[in-house]
């Protein structure tokens, strides 16, 4: 029996890593496990198998009985990229700042594919250089709520911060934004609630909070921090209770707070670019201005390639909070919006996109995403050189930030054809001036490569054999009948000998 896409339904899928009660793999890995099982095509099988931490009691174990996985699907801090002895391996890894570690580059190709959460994460891992067809987007989800809008609460603007107190998250910035907007009213009527996370476990002597409190002294008695573990009722009474939740983070694989918020109904302010573009738009929330900053290594990791991390602008920011505390029922059209492109994201609609992947990989499709289809649209354009597909790829490049390569593109072809019409000319003015503004990002990717090998002179390759004698051919081959029916020459056509298939004949 097969699926639509040809596949054998009877697949059998083992989800293995982390299952930590607090956290976002343990949380993914328990969710996807669930959504596999509630979508799955009759005769398909999934079971779960702990490397940390305990699934709960309704997720089936991996048991003897239960036999080899068909796939194998892996999340777990650090990575493990070593195969299973059978069946594929897929490998959830986010990653949020850019590039991924140069040491993981190698390993990550014994993967027969990397599943990660974000368009974003998807040009982190092409920027290192992987091939975009081995790199899958499928996102996180969120359980099915009953949330509606509700109207503003009555009394103080209350800002919400979800997450680890550490600089990625960009706690330091929200603070100090909350600092500029209310910090010289002290009868301002706004406060900031901080849930964290992890401050025993994976962020462990990574809080900015006791530095946060001896910095801010003034705005701090209006700051409540929340750090117990919430149950998942308490935690969406926190969210839409909340005048808006505030993200203002650098890096992010997902932003999973930042949709769990949309989906409560409540007003979001977050950073402009990153993983949460996928979904947190101009349309959907308040975005944050600011400017990407760019390094090499990433804590004691060198990163495959330029890193880069956004830096959100706390006065822009401020100036947001202001705006919401003043009049927050102005946002009520934004927050519909939001709450209708969350549930997009329900995780029974993440788990048919997985067993679709999952029908993907077994038959060997390519994914359907802007970085990938830009990746196919270079290779079009640099097997014919037709100005259709020359124009087509530059716009897809684009659309995934991507101007050096178009730049580099329009040269190959105005290199190839030798004129430039006018409006490719102005088209690559255009891509210099937008390439000029940021390091490129993309220099590695294998899209660019290929680019490059195109516009490289090409070496000349090594001599040629010198050419034997050349000597009429007598016409008749005296080797065999076969030989001479292959040479097809005759007395009245003599061949070069050059071009005698033997080479040898005696005539």
């Known amino acids: 029996m097969t ?8 697949m059998r899928v083992l989800i293995q890593g982390s299952f930590f009660q607090e956290g976002s793999y343990g949380m993914v890995n328990r969710d996807l496990a669930r959504a596999l099982l509630a979508t799955a095509p009759a005769g398909a099988a999934v079971a779960v198998e702990a490397w940390e931490g305990t699934p709960p009691a309704d997720l089936p174990r991996r048991t003897p009985a239960w036999g080899a996985a068909d796939v194998t699907i892996r999340q777990i801090w650090p990575p493990v990229w070593d195969r299973p002895p059978h069946g594929r391996l897929v490998v959830i890894q986010p990653w949020e700042s850019g ?29 290192s250089g992987l091939d975009p067809d081995r790199i899958r987007v499928v996102p996180n989800g969120i359980p099915q709520t009953a949330a509606r809008l509700l109207p503003p609460a009555p009394g103080p603007a209350r800002f919400l911060f979800l997450g680890g107190p550490i600089y990625r998250k960009g706690i330091d910035i929200l603070v100090d934004a ?11 009527p706004a406060e900031l609630v901080l849930k964290v996370t992890g401050l025993d476990t994976f962020y462990a002597g990574q809080s900015l909070l006791p530095q946060l409190e001896q910095r801010y002294p003034r705005i701090w008695p209006r700051v409540r921090v929340l750090d117990r573990f919430l149950p998942p009722a308490e935690r969406d009474a926190l969210l839409q209770q909340a005048s808006a939740l505030v993200l203002p983070y650098r890096g992010e694989g997902f932003g999973l707070p930042v949709l769990e918020a949309m989906a409560a109904g409540t007003l979001v302010v977050t950073s402009a670019r990153g993983a949460t573009r996928d979904f947190a738009t101009p349309d959907t929330a308040l975005l944050i201005p600011g400017h990407l900053r760019y390094f090499t290594r990433s804590g004691d990791e060198w990163l495959a390639a ?16 202001q705006e919401v505390a003043r009049d927050p029922g102005r946002y009520t059209p934004l927050r519909e919006r939001a709450l209708a492109t969350a549930r997009h994201y329900l995780w029974p609609a993440v788990g048919r996109l997985a067993w679709e992947a999952l029908g993907d990989l077994a038959e060997g499709r390519p994914p359907r995403d802007p970085v990938s289809e830009a990746n196919r ?22 659309a995934v930030e991507d101007p050096g390569s178009a730049l580099r593109l329009l040269e190959w072809h105005a290199r ?20 000029a503004r940021e390091p490129d990002r993309w220099a590695r990717s294998p899209h660019r490569l290929r680019v490059e090998a195109a516009l490289a002179p090409r070496r000349p390759g090594p001599p040629a054999p010198s050419a034997p004698a050349w000597r009429p051919c007598a016409g008749v081959c005296r080797s065999s009948s076969a030989a001479a029916a292959r040479c097809g020459s005759s007395p009245a056509t003599p061949r070069a ?11």
């Open 306 to 321: 330029l890193g880069y991390l956004f830096e959100p602008d706390p006065a822009a920011l401020a100036r947001l909070l």
């Open 497 to 507: 000998w050059a071009l005698c298939w033997r080479r040898s004949c005696p005539g």
């Open 178 to 188: 909350f600092d500029r907007a209310f910090g010289g009213e002290p009868s301002a």
């Open 99 to 127: 590039p991924v570690p140069a040491a993981w580059v190698g390993p990550a190709r014994q993967a027969d594919t990397i599943w990660v959460p974000s368009l974003a994460c998807k040009a982190g891992w092409v920027q």
């Open 377 to 398: 649209a270079v290779d079009a354009a640099l097997a014919d050189g037709e100005t259709g597909r020359l124009v087509e790829a530059v716009s897809r490049l684009v």
């Open 3 to 10: 699926a639509a896409g040809g596949w054998d339904n009877a």
């Open 416 to 435: 190839r054809s030798g004129q430039q019409p006018l409006a490719l000319a102005r088209l690559s003015d255009q891509m210099a001036q937008a390439a």
